[in-house]
């Protein structure tokens, strides 16, 4: 193996350290808790020529991404990372990087959105990136971050995918805390992310090209109708690349982490470090003879629909943690996604929907068996299927069975 | 069931609770465990107080929270004893380093904890001004640390401290901090 000794580094260092990598030719950035020491670390990187990239230093996200769409549309490698507020002021410039085809790799430290301020970890920023054409990785772990960076540039790059990437971790969860990691030597990344030969470059095409240009109703929704069979078929792309990956560096990949399965009757379906949460618990649990099991998908957009509909065949109940809410809607996001996805293979089951950890507010152990206590009430018919809750203030007047009642 | 052990900190900010708590972490990784390490962020102000986290296993660690049941507390500030609660959620069989001018039974009246957990003290404050020249109890609790859990080697600690401070500081200012580590660990009493 070519893995570096295990050392202690963050999700925002392993990040740093897997763009080093790559050594994208552009990175357009601009500061944000809990991201800057990813763009922070970069720098330093430019500083000491470990890199060759050009970094442009920017006065806002929405330069950041507009300077990005600009080197990506050129033909270079572009690389940047953002978080919270920062990724809500690129909004507009997301869509014209996905609905340009262009080949992004973006790292965001998941945070909550304004207000009231709140530097702390949850989904409200990327859910709000869900539509947008870009293909949305979760890490669990700071390792995960570093391996999840390190492919995201063959994926956006693949000839057949084109799309930016998002490559995201749980802010100050994963993105400051000191962990256990590894690192492959820069030689065997290098060789395994290649040099990025853009098909379409507006400066590098022989030919003169247009890029991002007006389309009317019929050309646009033509337009709109084959990003979404880009993204739609980039999933059998991802998986090829992880699993590639997987290969390389003796680390598993899975589009969904579906653990303990295979006979599980009370299974959990849960996005990015909490994931880990519920599975420290569903080990015990295990221990004790417990039927439960934890389903993770690493790949949020595209959706891996089969995958979660196979994992969670066997499920006599189920729960769906959002760290995100959809206001207004029913359920959160990924509630959605996932009772979208078992509809379509034929499946249900008794469910409820957890709104958990908004701001950062800690899972704690307790709550995650208060999850599996509901789910075995779920499964016995005691807890009524098809409620949302706001996990931890139960005690708060109405915020059990939000739509139930 | 692997073996999972938790070490909550208690300081102002400051004192180098973050530091030491790194420090904990990086000196078991070099025995091959598995580390995790995080402060608890808030706004950031000096003498303010906080929390940071340190977590050792010989498996991975899958849990990402902060720690409410600690099986080591350690208080880097008495004066925090009036405000804040150390000990909450401390396993029945836990043990609490507190630096102090106490005796090790003042301090266990003091906190009040069950007959099952060990109380240990220490004046990491007057070692740090004795050796460093300043108040900075981190480096000399880690060292009581090391004797009464045991959780990482003493030599180890002084081993990876060396390369830590190495990058930073002048070769006087880490032996003064080894030998701030030492008299904690020889000066460490328990009740």
Known sequence: MTATKPFSATGNQMIAEAMRQADPDVMAAYPITPQTTIVENYAKFVANGAVTTEFVTVESEHSAMSACVGASAAGARVATATASQGLALMWEELFIAAGMRLPIVMANANRALSAPINIHGDHSDVMGARDTGWILLFAETAQEAYDNTVISFPIAEDPDVQLPVMTTLDGFITSHAMERCVMEDDETVRSFVGDYAPANGLLTSPTPLGAGMFANGDSYMKSRYMLRHAIQDSLPVIERVGKAWADTCGRPFDVVDAWECDDAELIVVVLGSAAGNVRHIARELRAAGKKVGVVRPRVYRPFPVKQIAEACKGAKAIAIMDRADSLGGQYGPLAVDVLGALASAGQSAPFHNYIYGLGGNDLTNDLVHKVFDDLEKLADGSLGTGGTSYLGMQEAEGAQNIWLG | ?191
């Open chain 2, 1 to 191: 069931m692997s073996e999972l052990i938790e070490i909550r900190w208690h300081a102002r900010a400051g004192q180098g609770a973050v530091t030491a708590a790194k420090l904990v972490a990086d000196t078991a990784l070099l025995q091959g465990a598995y580390i995790q390490a995080m402060p608890e962020y808030g706004p950031e102000r000096t003498g303010a107080p906080l929390k940071a986290y340190t977590r050792v296993s010989d498996a991975p660690i899958e849990v990402h929270n902060t720690i409410v049941n600690p099986h080591i507390v350690v208080v880097l500030d008495d004066t925090l004893l009036d405000s804040v609660d150390v000990t909450e959620g401390i396993k029945d069989d836990g043990t609490v380093i507190l630096n102090t001018e106490m005796t090790a039974t003042e301090a266990q009246a003091r906190l009040g904890v069950p007959a099952g957990v060990k109380v240990a003290v220490v004046d990491a404050s007057g070692i740090a001004i004795d050796t460093i020249g300043r108040d900075i109890p981190n480096t000399p609790i880690v060292g009581a640390l090391a004797k009464v859990t045991g959780v990482v080697p003493v030599d180890l600690v002084k081993e990876r401290l060396t390369e830590t401070f190495g990058k930073k500081f002048s070769q006087e200012m880490i032996d003064a901090n080894l030998r701030s580590v030492d008299r904690a660990y020889e000066e460490v009493q328990t009740a």
